[in-house]
């Protein structure tokens, strides 16, 4: 694979990658913060709500059992301004006053208040503490329910003219019979115990509030750290990605002077080995043996091959750096096509292999350079026939593909292992018998050919299953009918059969 394609631009995508993953944890970190934060104010939403909850229950179970210890003490006191029909004829209640404020000595009661059966409030120790438009309709409603026999309270906050909250807590319960110390189903009235729980209340608030700046204050103390080792990394990779990004340009660099050198290393070696082939083909031609003779060619084959390979580093160097320049006309794909596999019969024949031709009729031009595209047919059909075993069937075929020409080379080959199809065009990776070294295998034609086929402006694929067959798909733009010249002559191409080549076999579409 190319260095300049792949190391420098790794360290580019790595380190990208690494700021793009601190990005992530930054944005991930201040998401984890958050809802931690969200998690731990409803929390201790749940706490504190509870709390309330807790605190309110326990009033109401304590003010209910002293409602009835009241009415169990106080009995003998206050029967009398219960069974008073009319409130002018109240008794003293300087009596009840002294045992009301025995049995209330020690116990959180603000206002205590008795109602007959008929709701007339008959004795209270103090004037109600909210305003009557607070408690009218709540305080009836709950008073008909104790006379009814239903106990019941609630809790009243106001705003006092301090500005603080006064919160009291409202308890109703019915006043029974008392038979021998024991309280009968029949109702005389209600017991209305009102305590001061404002002081209670506040003191939650407080610590409500203390508790939950105190989480936050954390809270955020940990977001800062957090972030403050977030940008921390940040910064140390970014630094790395500026050395990376500078080693990459001098790696960049380095590496286009090395192709450069390599480019005229292999430039220079084309003149004498020009002079070595046409010397080799001068001794050929001279007075010698069969056994020399033999030789002569087998060394300028060779030449010609590494000849060959030296074309094909130039051009894939030139194809790279868009510098090469196609001499581009009309090209009809179906002569092209056969005069690919004559070039290659003599190969085919001899390892017992047929090349096939199939060709869509009134197939379009297609605008490129012949003698590129020519090594392209030439590099895949040779491929085919070197990785593939006898009585192979190799097909050459065009056909039409949108506003495309798609060339195919397939073969009932034994297939490319999947494992290299993903990068088997690029430099240096050998097809089928990538397992073992070939000669005469460079590993450049696959690049070559991609190359040249996308500096046409196509693209190449190729379709392959283990042990089936191969195809390699070519899409070059067809030439349309307007932009072909008026006196392009289109000639009827022959009809090749294995009448003139046994191992040719044409389609009746060329």
Known sequence: MDVRDASPQRSIDYTSTELLRLTVM??????????????????CYTVFYRTETYITSNTEENSIYMAHHLNQVLYPDFIPFIQTTSVD?????????????????????????????????????????????????????????????IESSHLIQQSRDDGSIESIFATYVPIRTLNDGRMETEVLGSFVLEQDVSATFAQI???QTVTTLAILALMSMLLVVLLTAVRRATRIIRNQHDELSERNRALVKLQRARQDLVGLLVHDLRSPLTAISGYLDLLGASG??????????VARDSSRAMQRLISTILDMQQLQDGHLPLERQPTEVAELLRDSAYEFYGWAHRDEKEIHIDVQSDLPLVYADVDILRRVIANLLGNALKHTPPETHITLAATVDADHVLLTVADDGPGIPSV????????????????????????????????????????????????????????????????????????????????????LVGSTGV
């Open 26 to 43: 930054r944005w991930l970190t201040f998401s984890i913060v958050t809802i931690i934060i969200g998690v731990t104010a409803l929390l």
């Open 89 to 149: 004829n109240l008794p003293d209640i300087a009596s009840l006053d002294f045992a009301v404020e025995r049995v209330l000595i020690g116990l959180n009661i603000h206002r205590l208040a008795i109602h007959d059966i008929n709701g007339r409030v008959v004795y209270e120790t103090t004037a109600p503490s909210l305003s009557p438009i607070t408690i009218q309709d709540p305080a009836r409603e709950n008073i008909n329910q104790a006379l009814s026999g």
């Open 205 to 207: 608030r407080y610590e």
């Open 288 to 297: 010698v043996n069969s056994q020399q003779k033999a030789f002569v060619m």
């Open 420 to 503: 290299l199809l993903p990068n088997l065009f690029t430099r240096y990776v050998r097809g089928r018998g990538s397992q073992k070294r070939e000669v005469g295998s460079s590993g450049l034609g696959l690049s070559f050919c991609r190359l040249a086929v996308e500096a046409h402006g196509g693209r190449i694929d190729v379709a392959s299953k283990p042990e089936q067959d191969t195809v390699f798909m070519l899409w070059l733009p067809a030439l349309k009918a307007s932009d072909v010249a008026t006196d392009v002559i289109h000639e009827d191409s022959d009809t090749v059969t294995s009448e003139t080549n046994p191992s």
